[in-house]
């Protein structure tokens, strides 16, 4: 080391920099703009779109991270109800960009069904090709993924008695594909036209020799994927340069709007009964090529009981006339899969779960108003097994559909809070619910959601 620079008890370098004071060989690090993230806190269908929408109204750019048209986000505006699956819903704002990042997977034919069928509803999706962005490093979603898909339920379902309940649009073959290095991705298409062929024809042919009969028509594919890499082309970009020149330039306000929810995270879901993406925070960093120091608001989304499509532990389901009257007042069918929603009593010991992984800023409870009727309202606030309470949420299954569930009853209001635009219109029970729920979590409620409409979403800050 010269006689210049000298090392601090901490081990920092110490150079003689003169008057100044600042060591030129630190470099300074900007942070540049910070992006809005907005997560599902439960198993889905939490009412994202919704808290997406009213905040994409002000975003320069609304961002996709993760999966693919797994997911299902529902947004009214002007009556017209749009529901959306692979694009991101900001994208009905005609001032903002929507970018698809790396870790979302793209079944191509499904992207542009999905931009005509939302286009006839109304004039929200006029010019979509021209404010879109897509990764190139995002992966392709094949007709053959969907195919093995199905085919994968199938055999769940012979050999163990039950399959996971996927969507069966080919997401859990994709990204299996993706973590074996045997994917194709969106560069890979706009690149060499004939490498990309053989390499689809090897992937389609490893499939049809592991599932002999699943439907393949090659040729026929690959015609059409040449005909979408001409579409697309003018969309793509490279996803991390994109981003940073966005994050390092002039202010701008960048939303990510989060697919599935935290208790669908591959990682820390009800596995196996999870999707095959990070849906929680970390999945924004990997997903976008975002580095954490540029992650600032983080929301989540509660729906103000608790639901679940398909199969797998719910601790707070009620199977019997609550959970009835929950599923028709709040139409719980699936966007994506058209199927009903299992419904129970908020849970705070799997929020509290949630929160641990996310570090949630701020929450938005949506569909309060579906509670109206209800003379009482229980929430579930701890767990026990075997008589045993347990400080934790259960990673293994079987625990988690023995747990016992501790609940607090409280009162209900029973009366119509549809028309409700403040906080202070609500019945007074209505807003105890909404505070006993923020002091349990030690979380904010920033929105309350009383109905479909942009109208319907009451801020409190």
């Keep these: 080391m010269s006689d210049s620079s000298s090392a601090d008890s901490s081990g920092v370098l110490n150079g003689d920099s003169g008057s100044t004071g600042a060591d030129p060989r630190v470099a300074s690090r900007p942070v540049g703009n910070r992006v809005t993230v907005v997560l599902g806190a439960q198993w889905g269908d939490e009412g994202k779109g919704k808290v997406v929408d009213l905040l994409a109204q002000d975003a320069d750019i609304v961002c996709r991270c993760q999966g693919g048209n797994n997911a299902g ?38 992207l542009f069904e999905e931009a005509e069928k939302n286009q006839r509803k109304g004039k929200g999706l006029e010019g979509w090709e021209k404010r879109l962005v897509i ?23 012979e050999q163990a008695g039950k399959n996971l309940g996927t969507t069966k649009k080919g997401i859990g073959p994709v990204y299996s594909a993706k973590a074996a290095r045997s994917g194709l991705r969106v560069c890979d298409l706009l690149a060499d036209f004939q490498q990309f062929s053989d390499r689809f024809k090897h992937l389609a042919g490893q499939y049809a020799s592991i599932y002999p009969g699943i439907p393949l028509d090659v040729d026929g594919e690959l015609q059409k994927l040449q005909e979408y890499k001409e579409q697309i082309r003018p969309m793509v970009r490279d996803g991390v340069h994109f981003l940073y020149e966005a994050l390092q330039g002039p202010p701008k306000n960048i939303l990510v709007e989060g697919a599935n929810a935290a208790l669908l995270d591959i990682d820390f879901g009800t596995y196996p009964f999870v999707t095959s993406s990070n849906c929680t925070v970390g999945g924004v960093c990997t997903g976008l090529g975002l580095p954490p120091q540029n992650v600032g608001e983080v929301y989540g989304v509660v729906k103000a009981y608790t639901t679940r499509v398909g199969i ?13 009257l929950l599923q028709a007042r709040g139409k719980e069918v ?7 929603r299992r419904c129970g009593w908020l849970d705070l010991v799997l929020l509290r779960y949630a929160h641990m992984i996310n570090g949630f ?20 606030v701890a767990y026990s097994v075997e008589g045993e309470p347990i400080p934790h949420f259960p990673a293994n299954q079987e625990v988690l559909n023995r747990v016992e569930v501790q609940y607090e009853t409280l009162p209900g209001w029973s009366s119509d809070t549809s028309a409700a635009r403040t906080f202070q219109e609500l019945p007074q029970n209505a807003q105890s619910y909404v505070r006993y729920i923020e002091q349990r979590l030690g979380v904010p409620v920033k929105w309350i959601g009383v109905g479909k409409s942009r109208e319907s979403m009451i801020q409190l800050f």
Excluded: C, M, W
């Design 73 to 110: 986000h529902t947004v009214v505006v002007d009556s017209v109800e749009y529901d959306f699956h692979l694009l991101p819903s900001g994208i009905i704002n005609p001032n903002a960009t929507a970018f698809i990042g790396n870790g979302v997977v793209i079944h191509l034919p499904g």
């Design 135 to 157: 990764s190139d490093r995002a992966h392709i979603v094949f007709d053959f993924h969907q195919a093995v898909d199905g085919v994968q339920e199938q055999l769940r379902q």
């Design 312 to 324: 797998g532990a719910f601790p707070t389901e009620q199977n019997n006339d609550v959970g009835k």
């Design 334 to 340: 699936g966007v994506t899969t058209g199927r009903k």
């Design 361 to 380: 800023t701020a929450l938005a409870l949506t569909k309060l108003d579906i509670l109206d009727v209800l003379p009482e309202i229980k929430v579930g």
